[in-house]
C-alpha cells in the first residue's frame, strides 16, 4: 500500500513539475528573454560629398518615387549648417528636393518669405528645389496611444514625397540637449503650428505666446518629440533612410543666428535604417572621445545632461520606434 501511494505521489510531482515548466514556473526557462537585434550603423570618417553618396548606397535602401531631403537650412549666417557643396552630389543622384518647415520662433525662418531668402542666401536653391512643406498650410498626421500627442502638426507638402532620406547634423542644441535624426524628424517635419505643440508637449497648437506660458517639462519634451518622430515614420512605412554628419559641432543647434564656435573636432559620417540606433551611436562617440586641448567634448556632455537629451533614446525605443544596440559597420 506503501508503494503504491509512494508511486502516486511521484506521479502526481511529475505532472505538477510538467505544468510549472509549461507556465513558465522552471526558473531557468522564465529568465531566459529573447535577444533583441542589434541595428547596423555604417560609419566612415570621410566627411566629402563621395562619402555621403558611398554611405547612402551601403545602406542598400533604394529610395524611390518622389523623394525628399530632409536638412536644416539655417538661421542667421548658417556657418554650421550642412554646406550645399556637401550634400549636392547626393541629393542630385536622388533627383530629390530639399525639404524644410517654417520656425515656431522669430528668426531667419520665421515665414516663408523669409526663409526663402535665406534659403538663397545660404545657396541650397542653386542645387536643387527647395520645398517649405508649411508654406501652404499644414496636415495632422495619427499618433497611436501618444502619452502627451494626440497628433502630429506637419507641412501639407509631405504628402507630395514617397521616401524621405533624414540627413541631419549633428550638434548641440539649446533646448533639446542634441540635434541629431530624431530631432530633424519631429521638431524639423513640424509646421510652425506643429513645433509649438510639440514644445508644449500637447498642451498648445499655435505659436503665439509659446515660449511664455506653454514650454513643456523637459521629459515631456523629449517624449513629445519622439512621439512626432514616430509618426513620419509610421507615415512613411520603412522608406526612410537617416544619415548623420558629424561636422562643426558646436553646443548650438543651426536654428541658432550666433552659435557657439565647435570645440570638437570633425568626425565623420554615419547612417542607418534605425534611427534609435543612429543617434545613440553618435552620443556614444561623444562620450567616448579623448579630451584634449582642441578637442573639448565636456561642453556638450554638459549641455546633454543638462537638458536630459538621452531620454529622448530611451522613450523612442520604448514606443518602437528602434533600439539602442547597434553594431558599427565601417565603410572605409
Known sequence: MK???A???????????????????????????EEVKESVVYMTNEITPESLVKIYEALGVTAEGRVGVKISTGDGKGIHALSPDLIAPLVNKLGANIIECNTA????????????????QHGYDKIAKVDI??????????IADGKHLKYDIVGSHIDNYDFIVNLAHFKGHQMAGFGGVLKNQSIGFGSTNGKAYIHSAGTWEKMEDLWEKHVAAQDDFTESMAEA??????????????????????IDCDCNANPAEPLIKDYGVLASTDPVALDKACLDIIYNMEVTEDNNT??????????????????????????????IKKID
Not at 133 to 142: F, N, S, V, Y
Not at 298 to 327: N, S, V
Open 105 to 120: 520662433y522669430a528668426g531667419t525662418r520665421h515665414t516663408s518669405e523669409l526663409h526663402h531668402k535665406t534659403i538663397t
Open 3 to 5: 508503494k503504491v501511494f
Open 229 to 250: 518622430a514616430k509618426a513620419i515614420a509610421d507615415k512613411f512605412k520603412g522608406k526612410i533612410v537617416y544619415i548623420a554628419v558629424m561636422n562643426n559641432m558646436s
Open 133 to 142: 512643406m508649411d508654406e501652404e498650410g499644414e496636415i495632422k498626421l495619427p
Open 7 to 33: 508511486t502516486l505521489l511521484f506521479a502526481a510531482a511529475g505532472i505538477l513539475s510538467f505544468i510549472s515548466c509549461s507556465k513558465g514556473g522552471n526558473t531557468e526557462t522564465s529568465t531566459e528573454k
Open 298 to 327: 565636456k561642453p556638450l556632455i554638459e549641455r546633454i545632461e543638462q537638458q536630459k537629451g538621452a531620454h529622448i533614446l530611451d522613450y523612442a525605443e520604448e514606443i518602437g520606434l528602434g533600439t539602442q544596440k547597434y553594431t
